[in-house]
């Protein structure tokens, strides 16, 4: 695993946009694996920027999100499809067929996750993965378990997750129970994985995570076994 110390969140925004952005560069094809929540709005917003300068160019890229709430609409404000538009596709030359989320509000829940494995397949896997980090060590909606979820599927979220989701809802009642999330094998399968940390409320959980044992208890701890992990933490 490789380390980087940012020395804050802008620092931290600005360095994981960075080698998001050679992969673009490199590789203008490129299949991005992307993740909600609030540590990888700075990078979005940073990418975002290197479009309106002239750096990036999205029009060949293909992204394929992390996970989605069931249940919400993909106009409901809290859905990953809207958060992924407002921060990021919205700004960007990105060909909107070419974004993809799980769809939470699937009839056949079952169905979509095998359809969305597919997808990933189709695409010929992903070539740079993004990360966050639960403060449990969950990766996408992968909670601590007893084993490791191979595929994607459906979760049924930890009581601890709800409460650190319920932030961004009126009340905790509104948080969905459930969600659609990556496999750790379709995560694993990513050729380059980039994990962001923000704040000194995530340190412990990303040393045990990069240090520990590796166990289903701890998902975030299968990176270690990444060949191509990077790690970005400011605490
Ligand atoms: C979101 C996701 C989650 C978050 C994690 C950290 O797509 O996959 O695993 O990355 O919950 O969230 P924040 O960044 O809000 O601390």
Aim: glycine content about 6%; proline content about 4%; some cysteine.
């Amino acid at each position: 695993m490789n380390f980087i110390e940012a020395k804050s969140y802008a620092d931290l925004s600005r360095k994981a946009a960075n080698i998001i952005s050679a992969q673009i560069i490199l590789e203008p094809e490129s299949v991005l694996g992307l993740a909600t929540g609030s540590t990888p709005i700075g990078t979005y917003q940073n990418l975002v920027k290197g479009y309106q300068n002239g750096d990036l160019d999205f029009s060949r890229v293909r992204t394929i999100n992390l996970d989605e709430y069931c249940g919400l609409s993909t106009d409901h404000e809290q859905s990953y499809r809207y958060f992924m538009n407002h921060h990021l596709f919205n700004h960007i030359n990105i060909d909107r067929n070419n974004t993809n989320v799980p769809n939470g509000c699937a009839e056949d829940l079952q169905e979509e996750c095998s359809r969305y494995e597919k997808l990933i397949a189709s695409l010929g896997g992903i070539d740079l993965q993004l990360l966050g980090i639960g403060h449990n060590g969950h990766i996408a909606f992968n909670e601590p378990n007893s084993y490791f979820e191979k595929d994607t599927h459906v979760v049924k979220l930890k009581e601890s997750t709800i409460q650190a989701n319920a932030r961004f809802f009126n009340t905790i009642d509104e948080v969905p129970k459930k969600a659609i999330s990556m496999g750790i094998q379709s995560i694993m399968r990513a050729r380059k994985i980039l994990l962001i940390a923000n704040g000194s409320d995530k340190k412990d959980i990303v040393m045990k995570s990069v240090y520990g044992p590796i166990t289903p208890e701890v998902p975030a701890s299968i990176l270690q076994l990444h060949p191509d992990c990077t790690v970005i933490y400011s605490y």
